[in-house]
């Protein structure tokens, strides 16, 4: 479930819908959970899905580390890409944002963590990466991991409207990890490894 302080709108031709803020979201906020309202298709349900189907489900969900494809019900399928973007996934089923999110800013994930199956090319932001590619976790999970450390004990200082998706266990391990007094679980662990894979 995206946060709720957000809303659809098209961005542009180049990338299309968009979410963007409504409200400020601070940085250490929860944007995404994934919840039981999610779809989750097995590593090989494509293949029974005629071509529209399997492009569709490509488009618009995301594979986690057991090579599950997982389709947001909600308008989060529409996060668009960005090298520099002002969310990152964690190894917790979700999502939080990295710096401060501003009334009518995009919200932006990189979508190197999202264990594509081909390579993509998304628009030119004048960084370094060019494209984002099926093994970017193993590339980027440290620089990744070290963002996220930083807004991790922002956590329990923030309002959090999607706190109560996440199980009593995730929650007490989580503060633990805000508070300094566990490690926290590394962007590493996402990695779909592709050799798995059937399709």
């Not at 590593?43 to 490509?58: R, V």
Request: hydrophobic share 35%; net charge negative; charged share 25%.
């Amino acid at each position: 479930m995206i946060h709720p302080d957000t809303q659809l709108k098209w961005i542009s031709e180049a990338v299309g819908y968009g979410v963007v803020a409504t409200k400020l979201i601070p940085k250490g906020t929860i944007t995404w959970v994934q919840d039981a309202l999610d779809s989750i298709f097995e590593p090989d349900a494509p293949l029974g899905m005629n071509e529209l189907e399997q492009e569709m489900l490509e488009k618009y969900s995301f594979r986690n580390s057991r090579g599950e494809h997982v389709l947001c019900w909600d308008f989060g399928k529409f996060v668009n890409h960005s090298f520099r973007s002002n969310c990152l996934s964690t190894a917790y089923n979700f999502e939080l944002a990295v710096r401060d999110i501003q009334p009518g800013e995009e919200l932006t994930d990189d979508y190197g963590y999202l264990n594509l199956i081909e390579s993509f090319q998304p628009i030119d932001e004048g960084t370094a990466r060019k494209l984002v590619m099926p093994d970017d976790i193993l590339q980027h999970y440290t620089e990744w991991d070290h963002a996220l450390r930083k807004v991790f004990p922002e956590i329990p200082k923030n309002d959090q409207p999607l706190w109560n998706l996440l199980e009593e266990k995730l929650v007490l391990e989580i503060s633990e990890v805000a508070a300094g007094k566990r490690k926290m679980l590394s962007t590493r662990n996402l990695y779909y490894e592709p050799e798995k894979s059937r399709i």
